[in-house]
């Protein structure tokens, strides 16, 4: 796989690149090429380029461009989810999901004419009216992680370029096609050359990227080392930056919940793409006397997950993304068991019959249950099939494990009890909540981001605060003076 740059393919005649596997197998499906700095120059050179034509195109070409993209990506999809499921492995349903969810970040940016309007206010002096205006800002890098290889990059995209921006846009080198189907349909959708570029790459090329100096801007999505790091980096380059990090989201369950809603709920968020998602529920604290029937609602229903390759439709969960980081994952089970906590269900043991010994990655759903914060499973971040339950004795408890945990992307409460519903909404110290939802993702028209480790900057990705990021204002103050009245004067321009 390489790159995608002014428009066309570019094989890397360089020395470095990378296996890409199916994690379903664990077999080598191809090689990525890693981009030197000379081939990220390339690329923010195709940008820079384009960023004039493109800047100046009207605003209802450019939006015929993402309607025509839309329409693409719909006729596509089953493609996209296809090239997502065979290299990050999750099952094509999932796969399917994900691009369901970036068809409304291409809605939204079809809208950007409206979001684009500034403000306007007459006579703001004497004879003096002023206005502001969002203009681009240039050449902006995207730089995405490997869960949602589709998506992830199209939360940037289509807000980056409705408002007049170039992209330069550095996917994972884990499953790096999807990048490639997206080039390709904005091409197909008459997206001018250069205005969205590929490069293929690791740390080399974001390190370029976070420090060229044609580039205005950085969105990233990724663990929160690298995302801090390239807060700091980018910033200290001189650049607006938004590094979206990771995540240990908890699910609250109150005495008053409905256990099997509540069971359903945890397994769907806890299990899903095997637990590779930044908005997955990696804790349950139970509250009260809810956790003993709750625990065993969940352990009936992990025990009956089917694990399998994505394209199997009757897979639930698919493989991890890479060997290591399976056995790292396993490696954090028994660690939980060393220091205290319940294995109630061990996914490092594969129930017979089961995927896992066909040389994919496999990890089969694992419970732990009497975790403490004290212990590692709960202090970091898994990013696997392992959901751990803390046992809270109050809401205040468990409110108080959501505002000191330091990751503060999503949070769930499930209740039937709106005044505590309410109480948490107001209470918990994280950017999604969700009221008997466990992922809150919001919906395009909102925008997405976490507080704490999980978001260094300040805006949002997506949605109405993309539009700010990717836009910068102007204000104009107009006067159009009769000769006759004007005159020198020295003192401050007053308003009255
Ligand atoms: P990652 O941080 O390893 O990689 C993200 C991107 O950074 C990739 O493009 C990668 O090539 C690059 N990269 C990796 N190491 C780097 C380094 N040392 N220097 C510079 N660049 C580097 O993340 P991942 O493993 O691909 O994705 C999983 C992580 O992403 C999880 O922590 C998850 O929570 C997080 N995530 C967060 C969100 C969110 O919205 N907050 C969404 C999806 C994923």
Same mark, same amino acid.
């Given at each position: 796989?390489?790159?995608?740059?002014?428009?066309?393919?570019?094989?890397?005649?360089?020395?470095?690149?990378?296996?890409?596997?199916?994690?379903?197998?664990?077999? /080598?499906? +191809?090689?990525?090429?890693?981009?030197?700095?000379?081939?990220?120059?390339?690329?923010?050179?195709?940008?820079?380029?384009?960023?004039?034509?493109?800047?100046?195109?009207?605003?209802?070409?450019?939006?015929?461009?993402?309607?025509?993209?839309?329409?693409?990506?719909?006729?596509?999809?089953?493609?996209?989810?296809?090239?997502?499921?065979?290299?990050?492995?999750?099952?094509?349903?999932?796969?399917?999901?994900?691009?369901?969810?970036?068809?409304?970040?291409?809605?939204?940016?079809?809208?950007?004419?409206?979001?684009?309007?500034?403000?306007?206010?007459?006579?703001?002096?004497?004879?003096?009216?002023?206005?502001?205006?969002?203009?681009?800002?240039?050449?902006?890098?995207?730089?995405?992680?490997?869960?949602?290889?589709?998506? #992830?990059?199209?939360?940037?995209?289509?807000?980056?370029?409705?408002?007049?921006?170039?992209?330069?846009?550095?996917?994972? $080198? %884990?499953?790096?096609?999807?990048? !490639?189907?997206?080039? &390709?349909?904005?091409?197909?959708?008459?997206?001018?050359?250069?205005?969205?570029? #590929?490069?293929?790459?690791?740390?080399?090329?974001?390190?370029?990227?976070?420090?060229?100096?044609?580039?205005?801007?950085?969105?990233?999505?990724?663990?929160?080392? *690298?995302? %801090?790091?390239?807060?700091?980096?980018?910033?200290?380059?001189?650049?607006?930056?938004?590094?979206?990090?990771?995540?240990?989201?908890?699910?609250?369950?109150?005495?008053?919940?409905?256990? @099997?809603?509540?069971?359903?709920?945890?397994?769907?968020?806890?299990?899903?793409?095997?637990? $590779?998602?930044?908005?997955?529920?990696?804790?349950?604290?139970?509250?009260?006397?809810?956790?003993?029937?709750?625990?065993?609602?969940?352990?009936?229903? *992990?025990?009956?997950?089917?694990?399998?390759?994505?394209?199997?439709?009757?897979?639930?969960?698919?493989?991890?993304?890479?060997?290591?980081? &399976?056995?790292?994952?396993?490696?954090?089970?028994?660690?939980?068991?060393?220091?205290?906590?319940?294995?109630? #269900?061990?996914?490092?043991?594969?129930?017979?019959?089961?995927?896992?010994?066909?040389?994919?990655?496999?990890?089969?759903?694992?419970?732990?249950?009497?975790?403490?914060?004290?212990?590692?499973?709960? %202090?970091?971040?898994?990013?696997?099939?392992?959901?751990?339950?803390? %046992?809270? @004795?109050?809401?205040?408890?468990?409110?108080?494990? /959501?505002?000191?945990?330091?990751?503060?992307?999503?949070?769930?409460?499930?209740?039937?009890? +709106? +005044?505590?519903? &309410?109480?948490?909404?107001?209470?918990?110290?994280?950017?999604?909540?969700?009221?008997? *939802?466990?992922?809150?993702?919001? #919906? +395009?028209?909102?925008?997405?981001?976490?507080?704490?480790?999980? !978001?260094?900057? @300040?805006?949002?990705?997506?949605?109405?605060?993309?539009?700010?990021?990717?836009?910068?204002?102007?204000?104009?103050?107009? &006067?159009?003076? @009769?000769?006759?009245?004007?005159?020198?004067?020295?003192?401050?321009?007053?308003?009255?």
């Amino acid at each position: 796989m390489g790159h995608w740059i002014g428009g066309a393919p570019v094989v890397d005649g360089g020395s470095r690149d990378a296996p890409v596997h199916d994690p379903a197998t664990g077999r /080598v499906t +191809g090689r990525v090429a890693l981009a030197s700095a000379a081939v990220v120059d390339g690329a923010v050179a195709a940008a820079r380029a384009a960023f004039p034509a493109w800047r100046a195109t009207s605003v209802s070409r450019r939006v015929e461009i993402l309607f025509a993209f839309h329409q693409l990506l719909v006729e596509h999809r089953d493609e996209i989810a296809a090239v997502v499921s065979a290299e990050h492995g999750k099952v094509l349903s999932d796969a399917a999901g994900e691009v369901a969810r970036a068809l409304e970040c291409v809605e939204f940016a079809c809208g950007i004419g409206q979001l684009l309007k500034g403000g306007y206010s007459e006579q703001a002096s004497a004879g003096v009216d002023v206005h502001e205006v969002r203009q681009a800002l240039g050449v902006v890098a995207c730089i995405t992680p490997f869960n949602f290889p589709a998506m #992830v990059p199209l939360w940037m995209i289509p807000n980056a370029i409705a408002c007049g921006n170039t992209v330069v846009l550095k996917p994972s $080198e %884990r499953d790096p096609s999807a990048s !490639l189907v997206v080039a &390709r349909l904005l091409q197909e959708a008459r997206l001018p050359d250069g205005v969205v570029n #590929v490069v293929q790459g690791d740390r080399v090329a974001v390190e370029r990227l976070l420090e060229h100096p044609d580039v205005e801007a950085v969105s990233f999505v990724g663990s929160t080392p *690298v995302a %801090r790091h390239v807060y700091e980096s980018a910033t200290r380059h001189g650049k607006r930056v938004q590094a979206l990090g990771g995540a240990k989201n908890h699910m609250v369950v109150l005495p008053d919940a409905d256990v @099997d809603v509540a069971a359903d709920a945890a397994v769907s968020a806890a299990y899903g793409s095997a637990g $590779e998602r930044c908005m997955a529920v990696s804790v349950l604290v139970a509250v009260g006397g809810v956790a003993d029937p709750l625990v065993e609602a969940i352990r009936e229903r *992990v025990v009956r997950l089917v694990v399998g390759p994505g394209d199997d439709p009757a897979s639930q969960m698919g493989p991890l993304i890479t060997a290591e980081h &399976r056995d790292r994952v396993a490696a954090r089970v028994g660690t939980a068991a060393d220091e205290g906590a319940t294995l109630v #269900v061990d996914g490092r043991v594969v129930p017979e019959g089961a995927a896992g010994g066909s040389g994919g990655f496999f990890l089969h759903p694992t419970l732990v249950d009497h975790v403490r914060p004290e212990h590692t499973v709960y %202090r970091e971040e898994i990013f696997g099939p392992v959901l751990s339950v803390v %046992r809270a @004795d109050t809401y205040e408890e468990a409110v108080g494990l /959501v505002n000191d945990n330091p990751y503060g992307n999503g949070a769930a409460i499930f209740t039937r009890d +709106g +005044g505590a519903a &309410r109480a948490f909404e107001v209470d918990a110290r994280a950017g999604m909540i969700g009221v008997n *939802v466990p992922i809150p993702v919001p #919906v +395009g028209y909102y925008s997405f981001g976490g507080w704490k480790s999980s !978001l260094f900057g @300040d805006l949002h990705v997506y949605g109405p605060e993309s539009v700010q990021f990717y836009t910068r204002t102007k204000v104009v103050t107009t &006067r159009w003076p @009769d000769p006759a009245t004007s005159a020198v004067d020295l003192g401050f321009p007053r308003t009255r």
